[in-house]
């Protein structure tokens, strides 16, 4: 099954992503001790807790779609912020609360949208077999591999589309005006003629001559802004299941015995392509009933027989299968076990081109012809040899894996130099160097063994960092161990400002110049509000809402609330570290128009806003009737009752 999992990781994680379903995936189970110890969770939902385990991984989700959506521009401390982690949580919160409801209003989906919802996620739909069948054994693996049986699997989907049907429900009957929509088209497409005098910080940290006594005022003020973080420099080594396949290559005679132990699985069962015409026999009927069926068949198997190119016309004519009529009949290709035990005795004796005789099922008489055939296929072994080597390399793996888990974790913890050599040399290992924190470090991908927390956990207790110890063996993934050794600690400080005093006076100058900034920035524009002048602007922008020109967004803002009477009019805006911006307004220009093409297309904007609306407001009101308790230092509001 691990060999499955592992060399079909992409669908794993596909399929894991729909496991992770909001009320039921959301709070895994935690062990007694969390969920007795509030300590292991960060709130609780009309009685459902959600982990802290649960929650930073919800957090580490939305830091890492933030690196891989911005790159080398993203900034962790824009990102990982109390804010942000507040709105996580709520957005966990509002997921608890949605699955209640959509059990409190027994909201259910049909068997056939299940199977269509299920069919739709690649790391299932990839496991068709060419006939359109399952490939039942391994979508048994893909759900064991997560803890979960096809009925239970069923049942998840089943209350995902359930509580879709809630949100989908408000925003499918959200509507727009075409008035309303070309008001806010107009409004949008409004141009404003602007021009621009930025007072920048760079221009004003000239005048800033910090004393050594301002200095050590500011760096007493600010010390914590200095501080180093704890942090230790390790060694470490991985046993993983992953480098011990790479490293094995099987023998020609073991590619080939695997290839003809496993031959039903390099082979592809014989189709045939069919038509066939249905006589409806009803099972209640009478001996005359089936008679009258029987005697209709024969009548139509006659004229088939007679005009064997009119057999398409024939079934669109007198078939009565709703289902193939249409398509003259046609069935499409199918192998053994897919159809009814008569019809695919009949349909598989025939050769291509030929019609059957009257085929007797328990739907009635069927007459068959056969359109084309697909005989059985068996790859050979080249064109599979590659597959085979990577099989028979994971089960060795895991086999050395298996047997090497115990060992390596006695070895790291036996040194008796509290050093990883003996396991590195036993088990040919390379051993790497780090430095950690405490907390994962954002600049590496989440998954990366040194963000791991149980590995972070281990690394900065006691028994690591003050006698000095390897830590356990941790299981930081499938089949994935890892032992650290810490070789230095550095405890939090802040370091004397003598050692940081270049830092401390960049960062003194820097807040003082863009202060400067700020204030000159101000004054002018009082003076601008008396004695309007275009002296050192830009020259003229025309900017929109949908069309900024580069004018920051608190800037526009401020433009566009302008009234447009006598004008030009000046507004400021504060924009923080990069100083401080006037914008002269000169004129507003009316002319715009809406383009009638575009109008439904806003209309249907406008409306999925206002949907975004009501779904807000419901939410809100689910919660106002919620139960929603807060645990430790996530607790931002009392109680909801």
Excluded: C
């Amino acid at each position: 099954m691990f060999d499955f999992i592992r060399n079909h990781q992409r669908w794993a994680l596909a399929i894991l992503a729909l496991f992770i379903l909001p009320g039921l995936g959301l709070v895994g189970i935690q062990g007694f001790r969390g969920f007795f110890d509030d300590d292991a969770n960060v709130a609780s939902v009309n009685g459902h807790k959600i982990s802290r385990q649960d929650y930073d991984s919800a957090v580490r989700d939305q830091l890492d779609r933030a690196r891989q959506m911005l790159g080398a521009s993203f900034d962790p401390k824009v990102f990982d912020t109390p804010k942000i982690r507040s709105e996580v949580l709520d957005q966990m919160i509002q997921q608890r609360i949605v699955a209640d409801e959509a059990q409190r209003l027994n909201l259910t989906a049909s068997n056939a949208a299940v199977l269509k919802y299920e069919l739709s996620i690649p790391a299932i739909a990839q496991l068709r077999k060419p006939d359109g069948s399952m490939d039942l054994e391994q979508y048994r693996q893909l759900l064991q591999a997560q803890g979960m049986t096809p009925t239970q699997f069923d049942a998840r989907v089943q209350y995902e589309i359930a509580e879709q049907q809630i949100s989908e429900s408000i925003a499918t009957s959200a509507m727009a005006s075409k008035t309303v929509a070309q008001q806010i088209s107009l409004l949008a497409g409004q141009q404003r003629e602007v021009q621009g005098l930025t007072f920048k910080p760079a221009d004003y940290a000239a005048q800033v001559h910090p004393s050594d006594a301002d200095l050590k005022t500011y760096y007493d003020a600010q010390g914590q802004a200095f501080q180093t973080p704890e942090s230790a420099q390790i060694d470490y080594v991985t046993l993983d299941q992953t480098a011990l396949a790479a490293a094995y290559q099987p023998s020609d005679a073991d590619q080939h015995k695997y290839y003809q132990d496993n031959l039903a699985h390099y082979s592809t069962d014989g189709e045939v392509r069919a038509s066939h015409i249905l006589i409806v026999a009803p099972k209640s009927g009478s001996a005359a009933d089936l008679e009258k069926a029987r005697q209709k068949a024969t009548a139509i198997l006659a004229e088939v027989r007679a005009h064997p190119d009119k057999f398409a016309d024939l079934a669109k004519q007198d078939s009565q299968d709703p289902g193939s009529a249409a398509n003259g009949g046609d069935l499409g290709f199918f192998s053994h076990g897919m159809m009814v035990k008569p019809f695919e005795d009949a349909a598989f004796a025939l050769k291509k081109g030929e019609i059957s005789d009257l085929v007797q099922s328990d739907f009635g008489f069927h007459i068959i012809k056969v359109t084309d055939v697909k005989p059985a296929v068996t790859k050979s072994f080249a064109e599979v040899q590659g597959s085979i080597i990577t099989d028979l390399r994971n089960q060795q793996a895991a086999k050395l894996f298996a047997d090497s888990a115990d060992g390596f974790t006695n070895a790291v913890y036996e040194a008796p130099a509290n050093s990883l050599k003996p396991a590195a040399d036993k088990y040919h290992l390379t051993i790497h160097q780090a430095t950690v924190t405490r907390t994962p470090n954002p600049a590496l991908a989440p998954t990366d063994p040194l963000n791991n927390p149980k590995l972070l956990a281990a690394v900065f207790a006691d028994d690591a960092v003050k006698a000095q110890h390897n830590t356990a063996a941790i299981e930081i993934g499938p089949s994935t161990l890892i032992s650290a050794h810490v070789t230095h600690y550095q405890a939090a400080a802040v370091p004397a400002l003598d050692t940081i005093k270049a830092q401390v006076q960049q960062k003194y100058v820097a807040e003082q110049a863009a202060k400067r900034a700020h204030d000159a920035g101000a004054a002018q524009l009082a003076v601008l509000q008396k004695t309007p002048s275009t002296s050192g602007f830009s020259p003229v922008l025309k900017v929109s809402r949908t069309d900024a020109q580069g004018v920051p967004g608190d800037a526009l803002q401020a433009i566009f609330k302008v009234d447009g009477q006598h004008l030009p009019q000046y507004v400021g805006t504060d924009l923080g570290d990069a100083g401080y911006a006037i914008y002269r307004v000169n004129a507003i220009d009316q002319s715009a128009t809406v383009d009638p093409s575009k109008l439904a297309a806003a209309q249907q904007q406008i409306a999925q806003i206002d949907a975004q609306s009501e779904l807000s407001a419901y939410y809100a009101s689910l919660k106002a009737r919620s139960k929603i308790k807060y645990y430790g230092s996530l607790a931002a509001t009392p109680d909801s009752q």
